[in-house]
Structure formats: C-alpha cells, structure tokens
C-alpha cells in the first residue's frame, strides 16, 4: 500500500521504478546510476525525493553511494534480501526479462517453510489453534472469485500454522515472506490459478496435524505440496502464454498415488 503522505508516496514509486530497472537489467551490477540532476529530471521528483529513494535501496542492497563517484549499482544476489524475490515475481509476470522460474523459487521457499513448520504444528497445536484453522479454512472457500481477497486469506492461514509451531523465529521468517507477498500487486494469479485444489490440500494437511504423526504430516506436506506448486506454475505459465513447446498444463490426479499414500 503506498504512503498517504505525497512526498513518501513519491520515494516509494520512484525506488520502485528504479529497482525494476535493476531487477530487469537496465543498470547491471557495477554500473553507476545517472547523477542527481539527471535521475531526478528522469524521474520528476525533486533531487531531495530522489536521495530518499536510493536510501530505501541501499537498504535492500542494490545500491551504495561512493563520495566523489555516485551511486553505484551492487549484485542483488550477494547484498539483497529476500523481499526482491517479490519484485523478481511481479517482473516475471509482467513479462520484464525476468524469468518465471523466479516464481518456482519464491514457492521452493514457501515449501520448505511449510514442511516444517506443519510437522511442529502436528507437534504442539493446541486443540483450538486447530479448530481455528478449520474454521479460516471454511472462510477462505468463500472468497473463490476475489481474487486479493483469496490470496491475503491464504497468506492468514499460513500464519496461522506458523503460529501453531509454537518457535518465534519461524514466526519471524514468516513476517518476512508474508510481506514480501502482500506488498506486490499481481502476486495474485500465483494464488488463485489453483484455489480449489489449494483448499483440499489445506483440509487434508489440518487433518493430519490433529493426528500428531508430525513424521508423517512433514512428508505429506512436501508430497502434496510439491504437486500442488508444479500444477499452480503450469497455470500461471498457461495463462502468460509462456508454456514452452510440448510441455501443456496438467491437471492435480486426485487418484496420484504416491500422495494418497501419505495419507493414509
């Protein structure tokens, strides 16, 4: 969401349109960005507008000034966090020279935060912290043609889990990727592309945990999960017209075995 305040608002779009032209390669690594007055001419924004933007990216490391040189760009992959994997996404899906496969990343990290953080909770879920994981579950069903709305409820529901771990710093690491999701518009359609199947996958994984076979709820999580994610990446490719050549989107088998038998 951006600032109310026009000046904030003004940094903000202004260090945005600058880290999509480092993201999309317009001002590689090494390189040094235009001086003061020509960026801000660039830009519209005044030369003061103009350093509190480079200051919001120095500190997601994409950028450092030098006295006496300017502003040099930095490699996101050595100084930057994991907030640009949001960006990198929204890039992707615009069709900026970002490659989706920064999609397959961003849900990588998703999964493999969920295997364990599921397993926890199968260990230490309280009896209502479980319940209320049904009960936002019946909720999120509701929001099948909102597409935000459905997204920030998936999101809810993930913390939800997190929370039933009982360890802060999954709760911590979880801030940051909930932030990084929420504060990109168009992350949507990685959501939504597979929502019903999303929301049987989510009722089988609460039905494990109330079982408190943690094991068992940490290798179901990674199996259906990882079925999960590939279909939702075939959609979203679908949908930017960027399947590649002999490689059509598939449908969830919901009769694939190797899944079920983690369920069992």
């Known amino acids: 969401m951006a600032p109310a305040d026009p000046r904030k608002r003004a940094a903000v779009e202004a260090a945005n349109r600058i880290r999509d032209e480092i993201l999309t390669g317009r001002y590689p690594s090494g390189s040094s960005l235009p001086g003061e007055r020509e960026l801000s001419e660039q830009l519209g924004i005044s030369r003061l507008t103009l350093r509190s933007a480079l200051a919001h990216l120095e500190a997601e490391g994409l950028v450092r000034p030098y006295h006496g040189s300017g502003t040099r760009v930095l490699d996101f992959r050595e100084h930057g966090g994991i907030d640009l994997l949001g960006y990198l996404a929204r890039l992707a899906f615009e069709g900026r020279v970002v490659p989706i496969d920064v999609l397959a990343d961003l849900l990588e990290l998703r999964r493999s935060v969920a295997v364990d953080a599921v397993g926890l909770a199968a260990e230490r879920a309280t009896a209502d912290e479980i319940h209320a994981m049904r009960e936002h579950l019946a909720m999120q069903a509701e929001l099948m043609d909102q597409p935000r709305a459905f997204m920030q409820s998936d999101i809810a529901f993930a913390r939800r889990v997190v929370r039933a771990t009982h360890n802060l710093a999954f709760e911590l690491i979880y801030n940051t990727v909930a932030r990084t999701l929420e504060s990109n518009a168009g992350l ?37 999960l990882e079925r999960l994610d590939r279909t939702t990446l075939q959609r979203v490719e679908t949908f930017l017209g960027m399947v590649r050549e002999g490689a059509p989107a598939e449908a969830i088998d919901e009769t694939d075995h190797e899944a079920e038998e983690e369920l069992r």
């Not at 929301?199 to 994984?205: K, P, Q, S, T």
């Open 188 to 224: 949507e359609l990685a959501f939504f592309a597979n929502a019903p199947q999303t929301l049987r996958v989510y009722a089988r994984l609460i039905d494990i945990v109330e079982k408190r076979e943690a094991e068992r709820a940490r290798r179901a999580t990674r199996a259906l």
